[in-house]
């Protein structure tokens, strides 16, 4: 990166490299960084680096992320039937039967948790020669990286190259 780069903003950070390959890291004022996955080395990873000249637009997409909402629920909806089932056959359990309530009661948030975070960042990078460079925010980070989005979107419009919106 030169010297006269400067950092707009930092999408994946160095701890999350290994959790989101094959994805954006940083957009420069110059450069679109890309995190690489790459087999034969002891990191498994690397960055590459694009400049910004070879994108024809940028699209932003907010997605809902169905798949996680459906298993949140199924989980939720398993949970219930455990304690409705408890509480029906209470009588009818043997004797020194322990039931794990708090791993139940565990298993009930993370399933909410999953239904209520079911939003998510996406960013297209189109370049010229067809090629797609893409970055989606974790599910659930959807509150966390808006600021960051934000600013993305505003770098995008100022360069002419945000799509969709």
């Known amino acids: 990166m030169s010297e006269s780069a400067q950092g707009v903003i930092t999408l994946v950070f160095p701890e999350d490299y290994i959790r989101q390959l094959n994805s954006v890291a940083r957009v420069t004022s110059e450069n679109v960084i890309y ?24 699209e932003y997409k907010k997605e809902f992320v169905f798949s996680r909402v459906l298993f949140g629920a199924l989980l939720v909806a398993l949970i ?9 056959y209470w009588n009818d359990l ?8 708090g791993a139940l009661s565990l298993a009930g948030f993370y399933g909410v948790r999953l239904v209520m975070g079911a939003r998510r960042h996406t960013f297209v990078f ?11 925010s974790l ?16 770098f995008t419009r100022a360069k002419q190259l945000l799509k969709n919106l």
Do not use: Y
């Open 139 to 154: 599910s659930g980070d959807d509150k966390l990286m808006q600021p960051l989005v934000d600013k993305l979107i505003e």
């Open 80 to 88: 219930l039937f455990i304690f409705v089932m408890l509480v029906i």
């Open 35 to 58: 995190l690489k996955r790459k087999f034969v080395s002891k990191a498994g990873w690397e960055l590459v680096t694009f400049p910004l000249s070879e994108f024809a637009s940028i």
């Open 126 to 136: 189109n370049r010229h020669q067809g090629t797609k460079l893409i970055w989606r």
């Open 94 to 101: 043997a004797s020194g039967t322990r039931i794990q309530i």
